[in-house]
């Protein structure tokens, strides 16, 4: 996939969206991945998993929909759809760990070449630490797909040889998706490029230690 | 046998200062605020608190920390826009935080009632949340070594009850609440409404009675909540 130009979020959001199987059970990470939901059309047929305790959310909850007690893992009220399950944590995490689910989409500070995902803490010494469900999702679905700009705000490319940032979990990423481009990663190093996005192949590698694989045509 | 009392503070009265306390909810969703609130007049103090998050603004959790009657809290999530109770505390050096993904969380207090020793997960695996843990490969994947957490008290909410202490949650607020209820030397329950023994249908039943020491019945906003949805339904 080509194009001359960068994809903002929710073209990418829809990019994620088409590559989901239909019927697939799918965690959606707060933040950018949460747009995915605006894009899985009735065909798509997949059903959303919360971390906090439901399996078939539906839209964010609207005026006199709002109810206290049916929110995301945002916190933000949303809505149930028909065939509904709630759950506790335990089991809601078993879901995840037990390898469930077919899909978790979540943000990223940084990606490894061979899949390590850094997306919970930025190292800074007077950060206050706040892991929530990142961990367990990130080691837990089938397929984890990251979406994340490609560049840092001073152009440093987040797809790295090797993380700085502190670790959410170990060659856990299958996919990346970014404003730039689209990734395929291996616990072996491989990356393989699918997409990119106002860039070509040579200014990607350009920018980076990583040896990367032209599938771009494919 | 379940006690049932008339009010917040007589279900918190017996908690010593000192206590490991679980406390049941995400955000404020399934949060016992009438529970906390009860606790916080009572007074007890130097608690250990387990929960979810570590209080949002101006209520429930929020005020135990805001009064330093928390010395540690245990908990997945302390950074939202409107903890500033707990980022003042951690700052000050005034509380002490143990970070645990929330899957672990929920599986250790799980592994607590169900007298589980410990257990291996993936979750953390390589990660600094696992530093100087134990670590296993079992069948090519890589697990760390997780251990119970068991409570003195456990303070949940759940929707109905019947009077032998059978609880149903609603929705979303039943997270933490079903091992919360099973971790704890003793869990002390407030619930929206407390109906005759076979009330409920058995087959429901999210917490059998065995796990509910205390009771008492607080009308909440989910009272009115769910009357709002049943009438939408009809």
Redesign the interface.
Known sequence: MLRDERVDRNTLAEIVAGDIEPGSFVNLGIGQPTLVSNYLTAEHDVTLH?????LGMGRAAEE?EI??????AG?IPVT?TPGAA?????D??AI??GGHLDVCVLGAFQVSATG?LANW?TGAPDA?????????LA??AKQVYVMMNLFTRDGEIKLVPEATY?????GCVSRLYTDHGIFELSESGTVTVKGLFGLTFEQLQSKSDIEFVDATGN | MTKIVESAAQAVANIDDGSTILIGG?????QPMELIGALLEGGAKNLTIVN?NAGQADEGLALLIKERRVDKIIC?????SDSWH??EA??AGEIE?E?????????R??AAGAGIGAFF?????????AEGKETREINGR?YVLEYPIHGDVALIKAFKADEKGNLL???????????MATAAKQTIVQVEEILPTGSLDPENI?TPSIYTDVMVAIET??SA?AA??QGAKN
């Open positions: 919360t971390e906090n305790g439901m006199d109810d206290g007690d049916l929110i995301n916190k149930e709630f759950f506790h944590q335990a809601s995490f995840m760990r390590d803490h206050i630490p706040a892991v929530g469900g990142a961990m367990d080691i837990g502190p670790l959410t979990g170990v | 995400f955000g404020n969703a399934g979810n997945s999530f302390p950074r939202q707990f980022d951690y700052r935080l970070l645990v993904p929330q899957g672990n969380l929920a599986e207090l799980r997960s993936p979750t953390g695996y390589g990660t600094m949340l890589n949650y609603r929705k979303t607020a039943r997270n933490f609440g079903p091992m999210v906003e989910s909540l709002r949805e």
